[in-house]
């Protein structure tokens, strides 16, 4: 039979009788579970009888008999009275509980929910024995024998939660609030067992000291937090003891302990902690006892009213279920037109309406409250209408409440990005001030500290920006000239905590667009910061790059535990289709910082297992972030050997820094040009690099610098004007300024005084430096500090005057990378001459007054430093 063909007032009959016989059968389910209710209290009593009772007086003997243990491990004694007497009493309690946990009332009576924990304390107690005999044998030290006995009590407080678990919501929550009281003396008895193995040595060690504390802190919060949930019959025992002074006076002796610092240090005296920490116990031990006899009580008394209430339930149930019928039937004709009415309504509502509004609000877009929430027009009778109203009031209420948070959300978010906005030109200017208090400083120490500044003040402005990331804007730094790829990967790692191990091997000469560099240096910190993060502190991050058909390739690998196969493909997941951010998922924050910046550039990034057991990821930046002119001239005048570029070190370290070799392609005019004019020119540029280099400034957005590059990551020009050496680096040792790097070319047209026509911006000049400085003087001959002073090619035969040179140097060949301690051994022996050669200097320097161009050069290598 087609539903079609039956009337409203059928299908109103239908709809009624359908709940009717549910509400029978709802009826009936209800009084069975009553009933239920009053038998599981009954069993609840039952057990409390049999097992609970026991199970209290046990837990009282093997806290005994722990704190006992731990003196006796202390002392280094293989027996004593005491502990002997205390196993005899423990045991008495250990045979009472296993007969009361295997009769047949308390089987009976367990449900399966209590039978595992009652069979897994039954196992730990069986592993009583072999505790005992560690303890004779002195096998285990204090802190493992107070946590061996504390898990046997962990058990018994298992068995103890299953214990109150009653269908009655008051004696419930008294009975888990009394059990939380227990769980604290628990926690209180071994601080006593901790204290009494020390008192025997009169000393406790970091790791105890600490154990104490938290044990402390944690029986405190228990007491404070459930002592007040508590009727009054329960509560007022605590309270007396509470204010007694023999629990005041172990409070004080608590916190003399935990405030002291030496090992010996806060002990009470044993006589003064046995006699406070037993009559402290004592009483405690007294009042759980009564207080569990009361809930007892408790629980017979309700699992009694209950059954009353089921007898006078179920007949007011069944009455009201036969009115309901009745009622039901009498008013179906009357309501059926304005049901069909309302029904119609409230569907559009909740299928059309809604819907359309909460994915507007979703898009950002405004919505008119009054406009999409008219009222709800159903029916005339007056149930109908005011059920009319309600929908109405609830849709208005709802699409408000929507308009509302979504108002709420904007303005949260736009209040963060103007402070992560804020924050980060206040650590920008922070981070130029450092800068500039690094070049003034020569003490090593005071360098270390700036350097650990400058450090953490890089990363705060990491964290800045990530919020402004988060809320879907840019966080503004960029820069008008490509960027190569080692100075990106090495900004990255400055970002982050453990820049020392880091190890970064040769990425070639790659360059990304200046735009893209600052988002691409925070997804890199993000996931070196990752990598070192989740590794153990002893391994390494290597990262490797390379250019590839699709673009370049980042590969960060560390040696950690790596992931589950679902978790990588869930990371991978976001980071290709990052989900709308949730504020209650934000354990993996950097990782969504990572997929917004990766979806933002079309950034590919994946997470795989590391051949080494930990995570590599992998980022491919595509080719249209590269630079079109990948040539480093294009970026700083400056280019890294990528032949005998080798891992850097972190600008933090505590390695000494290692000189800066430069080499410099001479540009000619022409085949036939002077070469000793060219030389005159190359000392020129080079005396003048010298001087801009003590002046140079960290460049912001529209300078021709691509970012600012991190002390120990920056490479400068080697002043070489004074000494006349190419690969010398005229730092005094132990400047921790020197900033280690490979080999560098200078390209051509590139180095300073190159090119008239078109100069080239130094590293380290602002623009209105560039644009104004002062043309270099040629060197003359002379001497300098009484040594004679060598002119370049000065005394070159004439011939050899006019030889023609090429347009540029042939590149220079490989040369292998020296080994760890060569190198050190290296500029160890030159850092010594150096400093040899300066105690010499500074000798003849108070001889003689130097003449103008040796003035002009010092003040630029001093500068330098």
């Not at 605590?238 to 608590?254: D, H, T, W």
Request: aromatic share 4%; net charge neutral; proline share 6%.
């Amino acid at each position: 039979m087609r539903s079609k063909n039956r009337s409203i007032r059928f299908k109103v009959f239908m709809l009624l009788l359908l709940p009717l016989l549910s509400l029978s059968a709802l009826w009936g389910f209800v009084m069975n579970l009553t009933v239920g209710d009053g038998l599981a209290l009954l069993r609840a009593n039952t057990l409390y009888n049999t097992i609970g009772t026991t199970s209290t007086e046990l837990g009282v003997q093997i806290m005994n008999e722990r704190a006992h243990s731990a003196s006796l491990v202390s002392s280094g004694r293989r027996a004593s009275p005491e502990l002997t007497a205390q196993r005899g009493r423990t045991d008495v309690a250990l045979a009472e509980f296993l007969q009361a946990a295997r009769s047949d009332e308390a089987t009976q009576a367990m449900s399966p929910a209590m039978k595992g924990p009652v069979d897994s304390m039954i196992r730990e107690l069986d592993r009583l024995d072999r505790i005992r005999a560690e303890v004779d044998n002195g096998t285990s030290d204090r802190l493992e024998v107070v946590q061996a006995y504390s898990r046997i009590m962990d058990s018994l407080n298992r068995v103890y939660d299953q214990l109150v678990t009653v269908p009655d919501l008051t004696v419930f929550r008294q009975a888990a609030t009394l059990q939380s009281m227990a769980n604290a003396r628990e926690l209180q008895s071994r601080q006593i067992a901790l204290i009494e193995g020390a008192l025997v040595e009169n000393r406790l060690t970091p790791e105890e000291r600490a154990e104490f504390a938290r044990l402390a802190s944690v029986r405190r919060y228990l007491y404070e937090r459930f002592l007040p949930i508590l009727h009054t019959d329960l509560r007022q025992p605590y309270e007396r003891v509470f204010e007694s002074s023999a629990y005041k006076r172990y409070l004080e002796l608590e916190d003399r302990i935990v405030n002291a610092s030496g090992m010996g240090d806060g002990l009470p005296a044993a006589g003064e902690w046995r006699s406070t920490s037993s009559a402290v116990a004592a009483a405690l031990d007294r009042v759980n006892i009564g207080s569990g006899e009361i809930m007892a009580e408790k629980a017979k008394e309700a699992a009694t009213t209950i059954l009353l209430r089921i007898v006078i339930a179920g007949g007011v149930g069944l009455l009201a279920v036969v009115a309901s019928i009745t009622f039901s039937l009498r008013f179906a004709r009357r309501h059926v037109r304005d049901l069909a009415t309302l029904r119609n309504s409230a569907l559009e509502l909740a299928d059309t309406r809604l819907p359309r509004i909460v994915e507007r609000l979703s898009r950002g877009e405004d919505v008119d409250v009054a406009a999409e929430a008219p009222p709800i027009k159903a029916g005339d009778s007056r149930e109908v209408a005011d059920v009319s109203h309600a929908f109405s009031s609830v849709q208005r209420t709802a699409v408000e409440a929507a308009v509302g948070q979504a108002k709420l959300r904007k303005g949260i978010a736009q209040m963060f990005v103007n402070l992560a906005r804020r924050k980060q030109a206040l650590l920008n200017r922070q981070l130029q001030l450092l800068d500039s208090m690094q070049r003034r400083t020569t003490e090593p120490d005071a360098l270390e500290d700036l350097y650990r500044l400058d450090s953490l003040t890089t990363r705060m402005r990491r964290h800045a920006e990530s919020l402004i990331i988060l809320s879907g804007n840019t966080p503004g730094r960029a820069w008008r000239r490509p960027v190569p790829v080692v100075d990106v990967i090495r900004a990255a790692v400055a970002e982050i905590e453990d820049y020392q191990r880091i190890q970064v091997f040769p990425v070639g000469e790659t360059a990304v667009n200046g735009t893209v560099a600052a988002d691409l240096i925070h997804l890199l910190a993000e996931l070196v910061d990752n990598a070192a993060s989740f590794s153990p502190p002893q391994t390494t991050v290597q990262i490797r790059g390379e250019e590839v058909a699709n673009g370049f390739v980042v590969e960060i690998e560390d040696r950690g535990l790596g992931l589950s196969a679902e978790e990588y493909a869930a990371i991978n997941q976001n980071l290709a289709n990052p989900p709308e951010f949730d504020l209650a998922d934000s354990d993996r924050l950097g990782l969504f910082v990572v997929g917004q910046l990766a979806n933002r550039y079309g950034v590919a990034v994946t997470l795989r297992p590391s051949p080494y057991g930990g995570t590599t990821a992998i980022v491919l930046i595509p080719r249209s972030l590269l630079a079109t002119d990948a040539g480093p001239a294009a970026i700083e005048g400056t280019a890294v050997n990528a032949a005998t570029a080798a891992p850097y070190v972190p600008r933090h370290s505590a390695t000494p820094p290692q000189p800066v070799q430069a080499t410099v392609v001479e540009r000619k005019t022409g085949p036939d040009a002077d070469a000793g004019k060219a030389d005159a020119e190359d000392d020129r540029a080079r005396r003048d690099q010298a001087a801009q280099a003590g002046t140079e400034q960290k460049r912001g957005a529209t300078d021709t610098s691509p970012f600012f590059t991190p002390a120990a990551l920056r490479t400068e020009p080697v002043p070489s004007a004074l000494r006349n050496l190419d690969d010398e680096d005229d730092r005094r040792p132990g400047d921790r300024r020197g900033r280690p790097g490979p080999s560098l070319t200078v390209l051509p047209g590139s180095a300073p005084g190159a090119d008239a026509d078109a100069p080239s911006p130094q590293p380290g000049s602002s623009p209105a430096q560039g644009g104004a400085r002062k043309p270099p003087q040629p060197v003359t001959n002379g001497t300098y500090r009484g040594l004679p002073r060598r002119v370049r090619q000065a005394s070159l035969a004439p011939q050899l005057r006019n030889r023609s040179t090429p347009l540029s140097a042939p590149p220079p060949e490989r040369v292998p990378e020296r080994s760890p301690d060569e190198a050190r051994a290296l500029f160890s022996a030159f850092q010594q001459g150096v400093r040899r050669g300066r105690l010499d200097s500074e000798r003849h320097a108070d001889e003689q007054e130097p003449n103008d161009d040796v003035a002009n050069q010092i003040t630029a290598e001093k500068g330098t430093e």
